[in-house]
């Protein structure tokens, strides 16, 4: 499974942007596609993910209500659009797959990567 993540920017306070990122390869109802995100000098954290059969979706409480994940099969593409965006959201942000079983929050149970997009919120 390759992925490629795209969509970042700059963006003021209160601003949105959409995040995309195309998966190519095989793809099963039963992976989750997440969305992570790592700021300078931090651990990469769950922002978001979905069951690529949309059967289950989840949230990290910093995002909730503000970010919405989506997926759209026929395009193999995953979605993230982020509303109302803070400082704090500033990131490079990172989509990837989990071919477990579980759906998973920790990046180490997520076993293909795309590169970053930045995202910048300016205050």
């Given amino acids: 499974v390759q992925l490629q993540a795209y969509g970042g920017g700059l963006v003021q306070a209160g601003g949105s942007l959409r995040l995309s990122c195309a998966a190519s390869g095989p793809i099963f109802s039963d992976y989750t596609l997440g969305w992570f995100r790592q700021a300078p000098g931090k651990e990469r954290e769950f922002a978001a993910g979905i069951r690529w059969s949309g059967t289950e979706s989840g949230y990290a409480d910093s995002v909730?209500?503000?970010?919405?994940?989506?997926?759209?099969?026929a395009e193999n593409t995953v979605y993230l659009q982020m509303n109302s965006l803070k400082p704090e959201d500033t990131s490079v942000y990172y989509?990837?797959?989990?071919?477990r079983v579980i759906f998973p929050t920790t990046p180490?149970?997520?076993?293909?990567?795309?590169?970053?997009?930045?995202?910048?919120?300016?205050?």
Avoid: E, H, M, P
Avoid at 95 to 99: G, P
């Fill in 64 to 73: 909730k209500g503000r970010f919405t994940i989506s997926r759209d099969n």
């Fill in 95 to 99: 989509c990837a797959v989990s071919t």
């Fill in 108 to 123: 180490s149970f997520y076993d293909y990567w795309g590169q970053g997009t930045l995202v910048t919120v300016s205050s």
